[in-house]
C-alpha cells in the first residue's frame, strides 16, 4: 500500500485530498497545528487507512516508516488568515517547505507542494499562463502569502536541481466547496453566511473584479494526476469559466432565495482585478479538465453551510 503525508490535512482542500487518497487505497498520515484547520473535518476518516498528527511543520518534520507522496498544503490560505497570521504564513511557506524537502528527499518521496494563483499578483497577463512571471507586490499586505510561495516554488525547483528530488508544483485557483469554514473571508463563505442569514451581501469595490470558481473535487483530481505525472514544471489547476463578483453574489442570493441587499465596500489593497487560468498545461499532460459547473457546485456547497448554520 503506498503511503503518503499530507500537510495540511485538517483545512478545506487538504482534507478533501486526504479522503480522495484514502478512497484510492493510498495510507494517509494527516499533519496539521489547527491554526486554521478543523479535525472534524477528518474525522469520518478514523478507522480507515488515515491518521491524524498534530504537528506544526515549521517545526522538524518526522515520519517513522516508508513514505513514497509528500503533499504539502500546510499554510494559512484566505485574505483573512494571513492578515492575521502573517509571520506564520511566511514560516510555513519557508521553513516548512524546507523541513517537507528535507523528509521527501531523506525518504526517497516525491513531493508535490500547493502553490497559488496568487504567485501572479495582480496579473498584467489574462488569461494566466504559467510563463507568466507575476506581477506581485512583495511588501503590501498581501505580499506574506504571494511571496511565501514564490519562495515555496522556489526551493522546491532547487531541490529537484540540486538534489534529484521528484517534485511537482501546483498553482491552485480559486476553490469552493463543503468544509469551507463559515468565517473564510472568501467570496463563497461570507456570500453563502451573508445570504443565508438575511445579511446584505458585500462585495469589495463595485464587484467588478473577476474570478475563476473550481469545484474542489475537480481540484483533488487534478492535484493526484499531477503528482503521479513527470512534470516537475508548474501547473495551472483551476475552472477557466470567469464571472465577476457582483455576478457571482448575484447567483448566490438567488439561489437562497434572500432578500439581501448588494452593498459595496472599499476595495482592499492589492487585490486582483481579474484572475482566469490558462489550463492548456493540464490538459494536455494530465488530459484534466473542470466537470463541475458552478450550477452544480454551488448548490452542494449551499447544502453544506445550511447544515453549519442550521437554517
Not at 145 to 156: L, N, P, S, V, W
Not at 214 to 243: A, F, W
Not at 265 to 275: A, C, G, H, I, K
Amino acid at each position: 500500500m503506498p503511503r503518503a503525508l499530507v500537510t495540511g490535512a485538517a483545512g478545506f482542500i487538504g482534507s478533501h485530498l486526504s479522503e480522495y487518497l484514502v478512497e484510492r487505497g493510498v495510507s494517509v498520515i494527516g499533519m496539521d497545528n489547527l491554526a486554521t484547520g478543523d479535525v472534524a473535518n477528518v474525522e469520518h476518516l478514523t478507522g480507515r487507512d488515515f491518521v491524524f498528527v498534530e504537528h506544526d511543520v515549521t517545526n522538524y518534520v518526522a515520519i517513522d516508516g516508508a513514505l513514497d507522496y509528500v503533499f504539502h498544503f500546510a499554510s494559512p490560505a484566505s485574505p483573512i488568515d494571513y492578515l492575521k497570521l502573517p509571520i506564520q504564513t511566511l514560516k510555513v511557506g519557508s521553513l516548512g517547505t524546507h523541513n517537507c524537502l528535507g523528509l521527501a528527499k531523506a525518504k526517497g518521496a516525491r513531493f508535490l507542494i500547493a502553490s497559488t494563483s496568487e504567485v501572479y499578483g495582480d496579473p498584467l497577463v489574462h488569461p494566466q499562463k504559467e510563463e507568466y512571471w507575476g506581477n506581485v507586490n512583495p511588501v503590501g499586505p498581501r505580499g506574506v502569502y504571494d511571496e511565501a510561495k514564490r519562495f515555496a516554488e522556489a526551493i522546491t525547483m532547487a531541490y529537484h536541481r540540486a538534489h534529484g528530488v521528484e517534485t511537482r508544483i501546483v498553482r491552485i485557483f480559486n476553490t469552493y466547496g463543503p468544509r469551507m469554514r463559515v468565517q473564510d473571508g472568501r467570496a463563497i463563505p461570507a456570500f453563502l453566511s451573508q445570504a443565508l442569514r438575511g445579511e446584505d451581501v458585500t462585495v469589495f469595490g463595485n464587484g467588478s473584479q473577476t474570478r475563476s470558481l473550481c469545484y474542489v473535487s475537480d481540484l483533488v483530481d487534478g492535484i493526484y494526476r499531477l503528482m503521479m505525472s513527470d512534470t516537475p514544471d508548474p501547473v495551472n489547476i483551476g475552472n477557466p469559466h470567469e464571472l465577476t463578483i457582483r455576478e457571482l453574489a448575484e447567483r448566490i442570493v438567488a439561489l437562497v432565495g434572500s432578500k439581501s441587499r448588494i452593498v459595496e465596500r472599499p476595495l482592499p489593497v492589492d487585490d486582483p482585478r481579474v484572475r482566469q487560468p490558462d489550463i492548456t498545461r493540464a490538459r494536455t499532460l494530465l488530459g484534466w479538465e473542470p466537470k463541475v459547473a458552478l450550477e452544480e457546485g454551488l448548490p452542494r456547497t449551499l447544502a453544506y453551510f445550511r447544515r453549519k448554520l442550521g437554517v
